[in-house]
């Protein structure tokens, strides 16, 4: 016994012994100095217990004496004291009670001792836990849930009370099967941290950004709700998508109709992409055709795109497309759209559609442009997601915006295409028909309006008789390069066409007259003149004199098949660098069926490929191509040669030599020059 007593003493344990039948409470004098009481303060009675208890505990604790005496069972608390000095103390104490044979309890053993320091610093981490900005909730080695803190109460929106003492998988049935699952699972089975972000569905409909942490037998988490960072991050992605979408590609109106897919489903349940006429129409019938839609799911897809086909014939003249047509705002259905759209739509097919993909909300928003509304796109959702959220018609309000800026875009791009190449078309004038040979002349645009404009072909006759061919490629790509071009060739033209000078001579005088008229660019041309004698003209053949001021060089098809490329004089400098710049001219002798091929460089350049490469594909190419008619082996050569967006504008000139007695070729295959240029394949006389 005094072992026993030493014990409880060095361990600060007081003691109690209350007689149920007398109502004495008797407290050893350790439980006295617990309580901050002594043998003449406390009349031993359960009165003198309860003033110490703090009232906020008294009930809690009157109720677990009152259940061990009625059970005889045992009894167990943690309570506040109240000193008398106005501090608290906390008290843990246990006990049993003990029954007569009747099973009545008679008495009331147990033992007290201070636990202020524990309590404390489980106060101090309970503060810390609830002042987290981030959920916490444990589970037990059987998943049940041992504390929420108050952040995760409003994370998962849930009090504390429906959550403590559940089990995890049947309190959230949405976490079973799920990232959340094999998260808490293989963070207790691997002793390790894992961190992972998902989505829990409905009723929550949030994401979770989620750290699991084995602790003791079980698994505590971390969690965030990062649902609207993750929306902002998908509207990003959209926006960036969007705009990628739409500027990666010339061809806008195909992007916009695509924009559809991108929308649904981060923004919709399903949506119609519509653009507006060029012309001016009042019915929307007329001022509309859709171009794009999509539905998130892929069994409703026919019904939205069967919709899209008929539904603008069935619209009244006041629907909600003509508001925001006219209005340039956004208008917004945020309930019983199927019934308000019904209403100004004509029976039949269309409401029939409507009534199947049975949309609850709706937005329609105007695409605008530079002070225009050049199409709408319209957003629907069903029941089940409820209207646009501010947010979302936000972004899809950006998203509109950016669709308009692209749509008008491209139509500038149209009128500045149409202005560069009608500026290059009319300047590019018909050549003229000798009677010993078939010119044909091709000029393909580039994809991009601010690369058409540099380049030319040309060919005339001079006094003497000769045909002069010439091809060139003024340096830059725009409307000014195309002006630039025009007084180029006509300079060229204008002195070639005087007397019966050389090419290299031609080209030597034009350096001093850009020099003279301060035509301040520069050009790459390739100059050939085509010439016979009395005996050329006898024994059939043709002299071929030509001069290179940086151009690639020409090609000769001889009539045997085989390709030449006139490399025997080497390229000088451009055509206005140097007023003096020296010129090289070089002379070949040509049959009868041979073929001359003047080009500029966007027919054998590629951004994957060098200059060699390139002219050795056109090489190759004519090889395959040798012995066709000169307009098919044009159009052929081109198909062949030239991607289908080209970087760059194409010119070439091409002639079959033949003798005068020689019928003249048919006239046949596609015209691809200038739709004012009549196509160059008759003969005509040219004089010795």
């Known amino acids: 016994m005094e072992l026993l007593d030493l014990a409880r003493a060095a361990a600060g344990i007081g003691t109690f012994d209350w007689d149920l039948i007398t109502g004495r409470l008797s407290w050893d004098d350790r439980l006295l100095e617990l309580f901050d009481l002594t043998p003449a303060t406390f009349d031993q009675t359960i009165e003198?217990?309860?003033?110490?208890?703090?009232?906020?505990?008294?009930?809690?604790?009157?109720?677990?004496?009152?259940?061990?005496?009625?059970?005889?069972g045992d009894y167990e608390a943690e309570y506040r004291v109240l000193c008398t000095d106005g501090s608290l103390r906390w008290i843990a104490a246990r006990g049993r009670a003990l029954c007569d044979e009747a099973g009545d309890a008679v008495r009331l053993l147990g033992a007290a001792w201070d636990v202020t320091d524990r309590r404390k610093t489980q106060d101090r981490i309970a503060r810390a836990l609830e002042g987290m900005a981030v959920g916490y909730l444990v589970m037990d080695a059987d998943w049940r849930i041992g504390y929420v803190n108050a952040r995760a109460e409003k994370a998962l929106g849930l009090p504390r009370a429906e959550l403590v003492g559940g089990i995890i998988w049947e309190r959230f049935p949405g976490t079973v099967g799920t990232d959340f699952e094999a998260g808490y699972r293989r963070a207790k089975d691997t002793g390790q941290p894992v961190t992972f972000d998902a989505y829990y569905p409905e009723p929550l409909n949030a994401w979770y950004?989620?750290?699991?942490?084995?602790?003791?037998?079980?698994?505590?988490?971390?969690?965030?709700?990062?649902?609207?960072?993750?929306?902002?991050?998908?509207?990003?992605?959209?926006?960036g998508q969007t705009t990628h979408q739409?500027?990666?590609?010339?061809?806008?109106?195909?992007?916009?109709?695509?924009?559809?897919?991108?929308?649904?489903?981060?923004?919709a349940d399903w949506c119609l992409v519509s653009l507006v006429s060029d012309e001016q129409h009042t019915n929307i019938r007329r001022a509309l055709r859709d171009v794009g839609h999509w539905h998130t799911d892929p069994d409703e897809r026919a019904l939205v795109e069967?919709?899209?086909?008929?539904?603008?014939?069935?619209?009244?003249?006041?629907?909600?497309?003509?508001?925001?047509?006219?209005?340039?705002?956004?208008?917004?259905?945020?309930?019983?759209?199927?019934?308000?759209?019904?209403?100004?739509?004509?029976?039949?097919?269309?409401?029939?559609?409507?009534?199947q993909l049975a949309p609850e909300s709706a937005a329609v928003l105007p695409l605008r442009g530079r002070g225009r509304t050049v199409g709408l796109l319209t957003l629907f959702n069903g029941p089940a997601r409820g209207p646009i959220p501010p947010n979302d018609l936000s972004t899809a309000t950006d998203i509109a915006g950016r669709a308009g800026m692209a749509l008008d875009n491209a139509r500038l791009y149209r009128e500045q295409r149409s202005l560069a190449e009608g500026l290059q078309r009319s300047l590019l004038t018909a050549p003229p028909q000798?009677?010993?040979?078939?010119?044909?002349?091709?000029?393909?645009?580039?994809?991009?309006?601010?690369?058409?404009?540099?380049?030319w072909y040309d060919a005339f006759l001079q006094p003497g008789g000769a045909t002069v061919l010439a091809i060139g490629d003024v340096i830059g790509h725009d409307t000014q390069a195309a002006a630039a071009m025009g007084q180029i060739r006509t300079i060229v033209r204008s002195i070639g066409a005087l007397d019966d000078q050389s090419p290299a001579t031609i080209l030597r005088r034009a350096d001093e007259v850009m020099e003279r008229l301060m035509v301040r660019t520069a050009a790459t041309i390739a100059l050939a003149r085509l010439e016979q004698t009395p005996d050329d003209l006898q024994r059939g053949i043709t002299r071929l004199r030509w001069s290179n001021a940086g151009h690639p060089p020409p090609f000769v098809i001889n009539p045997d098949g085989t390709v030449l490329p006139l490399t025997r004089v080497r390229a000088d400098l451009l055509l206005g660098v140097r007023p003096d710049s020296a010129r090289h001219e070089a002379e070949v002798v040509l049959d009868h069926d041979a073929v001359v091929l003047l080009y500029t460089d966007g027919l054998v350049e590629r951004r994957d490929e060098d200059l060699d490469q390139g002219t050795q594909r056109l090489q190759d190419t004519l090889e395959e191509l040798a012995g066709r008619d000169l307009d098919e082996l044009c159009d052929e050569l081109l198909a062949r040669m030239l991607p289908h967006e080209p970087d760059d504008d194409v010119a070439l000139i091409a002639i079959r030599l033949f003798r005068r007695d020689r019928p003249r070729p048919a006239q046949a295959g596609p015209n691809v020059v200038p739709p004012d240029v009549p196509p160059h394949r008759d003969v005509a006389s040219h004089p010795d």
């Not at 942490?213 to 993750?230: K, N, Q, S």
């Not at 739409?246 to 923004?267: C, S």
């Not at 000798?434 to 380049?455: L, N």
Request: charged share 25%; aromatic share 6%.
């Open 48 to 72: 003198g217990f309860n003033a110490r208890v703090h009232p906020d505990d008294l009930g809690r604790v009157s109720e677990l004496l009152d259940r061990a005496i009625t059970t005889c």
């Open 209 to 239: 950004e989620v750290r699991a942490t084995p602790e003791g037998d079980g698994v505590a988490l971390y969690f965030l709700d990062i649902t609207e960072r993750y929306r902002t991050y998908q509207r990003n992605e959209l926006l």
């Open 246 to 267: 739409l500027t990666g590609t010339l061809n806008a109106e195909e992007a916009v109709a695509r924009l559809a897919q991108l929308v649904v489903p981060t923004l």
């Open 306 to 355: 069967a919709y899209a086909r008929v539904r603008l014939a069935a619209a009244t003249d006041e629907p909600f497309l003509a508001r925001a047509l006219s209005s340039g705002e956004p208008v917004v259905i945020e309930r019983d759209a199927s019934e308000r759209i019904r209403a100004v739509l004509t029976a039949g097919e269309a409401t029939e559609l409507l009534e």
């Open 434 to 455: 000798p009677d010993h040979g078939q010119i044909v002349v091709r000029y393909v645009p580039a994809s991009q309006a601010a690369q058409v404009g540099g380049d």
